[in-house]
C-alpha cells in the first residue's frame, strides 16, 4: 500500500518493473533518458526543471519526458499555469530492470548504448557523492576485483548477483515503510550499483599517458 509522504508524494511508488519489451530498452538507451529517469526518481519535476538540472534545451528535454511517459515508466502529478503555458510535473512510477531474456534478444548496438548512457550517469553521481563525503561513513563499501572464470563460474556468480539485487529491493521497501513512519521522514539517500563484465584484457591501459 502507498504510504503518503511530504506534499501528498508516495514514498514507495518505485516498484521494479521487468522489462520484457525490447522496445523500451531501445527508448531507454539514451544518456538524456536515464538521466531524467533518475532524476525523476528522487523529486518531482517539470520538463522545464529537467532541461536545467540537465543543462539541455526545453524542447530536448520534453521530447525524452514525453517518451519516457510513453512507456509508463513516469506519471503525470499535477499541472500548474505559468506565464501563460502550462507546466506539467512528473514523478517515476517504476524501476525498470531489464530481464536476462530481453538482454540476450536485443542488437549489441542497443546494449552498448545503454550502458554507456548508465555508466555515464553512474560515474557522474558517484563523482558528486565522492566530492560530498558520501564515501566517508565508515561502513560505505568501493571494491574492484578481477579475476577469470569459467562458465559455471560465470553463472555462478551471476545467480549471486540476481539474488544479492532481490535481497537489495527487500530491504529498500522495508527501510522505505520505516523512514515514512519516522519523524522526520527523511532518510539517507543510497546508491548501490551491481556489475559483472568481461575484460578488458589490458585493465589499466586507462592509466597509461
Given at each position: 500500500m502507498p504510504v503518503g509522504g511530504k506534499d501528498g508524494r508516495k514514498e514507495d511508488f518505485r516498484l521494479v518493473l521487468d522489462v520484457v519489451d525490447a522496445r523500451m530498452v531501445k527508448a531507454l538507451a539514451h544518456p538524456i533518458r536515464v538521466a531524467a529517469l533518475a532524476l525523476l526518481e528522487e523529486e518531482i519535476l517539470s520538463p522545464k526543471d529537467v532541461a536545467d538540472k540537465l543543462g539541455v534545451t526545453l524542447p530536448l528535454a520534453s521530447y525524452h519526458v514525453r517518451q519516457l511517459a510513453h512507456f509508463g515508466?513516469?506519471?503525470?502529478?499535477?499541472?500548474s499555469p505559468r506565464r501563460g503555458t502550462v507546466q506539467h510535473y512528473y514523478r517515476a512510477t517504476v524501476q525498470p530492470r531489464i530481464s536476462d531474456a530481453t538482454w540476450a534478444d536485443i542488437p549489441t548496438t542497443v546494449k552498448r548504448r545503454l550502458v554507456e548512457a548508465t555508466l555515464r550517469h553512474a560515474n557522474t553521481a558517484m563523482a558528486a557523492a565522492a566530492e560530498e563525503g558520501g564515501f566517508d561513513r565508515s561502513d560505505a563499501h568501493a571494491s574492484r576485483t578481477c579475476f577469470r572464470l569459467d562458465d559455471q563460474g560465470w553463472t555462478?556468480?551471476?545467480n549471486l548477483l540476481s539474488t544479492t539485487l532481490e535481497r537489495v529491493e527487500r530491504i529498500q521497501a522495508e527501510a522505505t515503510a520505516r523512514v515514512a513512519g519516522s519523524a522526520d521522514g527523511d532518510g539517507r539517500r543510497a546508491t548501490v550499483l551491481l556489475m559483472l563484465f568481461e575484460g578488458p584484457e589490458a585493465p589499466n591501459r586507462f592509466l597509461a599517458p
Open positions: 515508466l513516469i506519471e503525470l502529478v499535477r499541472t555462478q556468480l551471476s
